[in-house]
């Protein structure tokens, strides 16, 4: 028997760029500020620059004051400042010499992730793609701002009855994790205080290989729905899949067209995949994918055949995505519900990496970024407890310079040992995503 692995997320591609810099004022200002003090030392030279930090949690996409947090900012011309995010999430930074070059800010809290912000100058700055979090209103607009994504949550886990498949798929509305594997038990990460409905695909893949050795085939036996209340701490709940209400699929057909043919940079020995997700930051929740896909017999396109459960109450991102033979892989993600006779084209040539180990204290070379494209440099952790770490790039920058790892942010990150680089284009703002976006082969880091 063949097991297909047909859900797994990318951080680059779940990500939503959810920032604005825009307001930088002069220190040195007289008519800015209070009076000088005459018994103060010499005045900072520099411009300043106040932030927001904000954290996103569940859906809807909504936005809080990262309270407890760290703002680590490199300044040009090297000087490292670490500065606590105050209550109210606003944090300043001042003394900013933009004529010594670029700047790199780091910003993260107890229970986010680690998100950077690198080649910053103050052309950058007026440039940057905003997202803004549904309760925008409540955002300060004279005051820039910096989302972030809460990783915490408790754990809902328990034995499960009565699947009829070999795998089981469990993902929630108000979800901060997935689960998917043997179906005797599960456990996933929710967020706390927000009631929710558990999504469940039972399904098995195929007893023998059905299609090419570019394609994949798995059986979905059914869809279901239970409700599940809010909780705040660990807590244990058994499922009884009799019991859960059954969701009916809807079943269409679509086509991947490969970029530049079967002789192209997509083409050779690639696979493709077809799923969806919910519009939450995280995607989280997972509401269908491709129960069949397979090279055309001209080697241009990738047939697939597409099953989802059509929740009313689910604003749906549906992704196409490529993957080539080295792991690189590229995608075009929609927020809209799959539809017969879909044709996914235009699909990004993911971004060349040559080296398969290389140095953090070296610049990135963005090879194959596209100048309209925003980039991501993503870095995993392996220690228990760190973060992975998430690196962004404005627009035109062929290269990038990761901030030293030391201080807060070394404690938070830990040693990195696996990287990756993105491409991002089309920033869609009603649906919060990148319309296409393409992620280079993984390489280790020393």
Not at 18 to 25: E, R
Not at 231 to 258: C, G, N, Q, S
Request: negative net charge.
């Amino acid at each position: 028997m063949r097991s297909i692995a047909f859900f797994a997320l990318s951080l680059f591609c779940s990500i939503p760029i959810a920032f604005s810099l825009v307001a930088c004022g002069s220190s040195d200002n007289a008519a800015s500020g209070p009076a000088p003090d005459p018994d103060a030392g010499p005045a900072e030279i520099g411009e300043s620059l106040t932030i927001l930090a904000l954290v996103q949690e569940a859906p809807p996409i909504d936005a809080s004051p990262l309270a407890n947090g760290t703002l680590v900012f490199d300044k040009p011309g090297g000087e490292r400042v670490e500065l606590p995010i105050g209550a109210d999430g606003l944090v300043t930074v001042t003394g900013i010499d933009w004529s010594l070059g670029k700047a790199a800010l780091s910003i993260f809290g107890p229970d986010t992730e680690v998100s950077s912000l690198v080649e910053l100058d103050k052309a950058a700055i007026s440039q940057l793609v905003s997202s803004e979090p549904e309760n925008s209103a409540s955002i300060k607009r004279d005051l820039t701002w910096f989302t972030v994504r809460s990783l915490a949550g408790p754990k809902l886990r328990g034995g499960v009855a009565n699947a009829q498949g070999e795998y089981l798929t469990v993902t929630a509305t108000s979800g901060a994790s997935t689960y998917q594997g043997d179906p005797s038990s599960y456990e996933l990460m929710l967020f706390p205080n927000k009631p929710a409905s558990l999504v469940l695909l039972d399904w098995s893949g195929p007893e023998t290989q059905t299609v090419s050795a570019r394609g994949v085939e798995q059986a979905f036996h059914r869809w279901l729905r239970l409700d599940q209340p809010a909780i705040t701490e660990d807590t244990t709940r058994d499922l009884d899949l009799a019991t859960a209400t059954p969701l009916t699929p809807t079943k269409v057909k679509a086509t991947i067209k490969i970029t530049g043919g079967a002789a192209g940079p997509l083409g050779g020995s690639s696979t493709a995949y077809a799923f969806v997700q919910s519009r939450t930051w995280n995607r989280s929740l997972f509401v269908g994918a491709a129960t069949k896909t397979d090279v055309s017999a001209d080697g241009t396109a990738f047939d697939v055949d597409f099953e989802f459960a059509k929740l009313d109450d689910v604003m749906p991102l549906t992704t196409y995505s490529i993957t080539l033979a080295d792991g690189a892989s590229t995608r075009l993600t929609l927020g809209e519900w799959p539809t017969d006779g879909f044709v996914a084209e235009g699909m990004l040539t993911p971004p060349v990496v040559v080296e398969a180990t290389r140095s953090r204290t070296e610049p990135f070379a963005l090879e194959g970024v596209p100048d309209d494209a925003d980039a991501q440099i993503l870095l995993t952790r392996t220690t228990a407890k760190k973060k992975d770490w998430i690196i962004r790039v404005p627009k035109g920058n062929k290269s990038a310079r990761v901030p030293p790892l030391d201080g807060a942010l070394s404690a938070a990150v830990g040693k990195p040992t696996i990287g990756s680089i993105a491409s991002l284009v089309d920033f869609d703002g009603a649906s919060r995503s990148y319309r296409r976006s393409a992620a280079s082969r993984s390489f280790k880091v020393k």
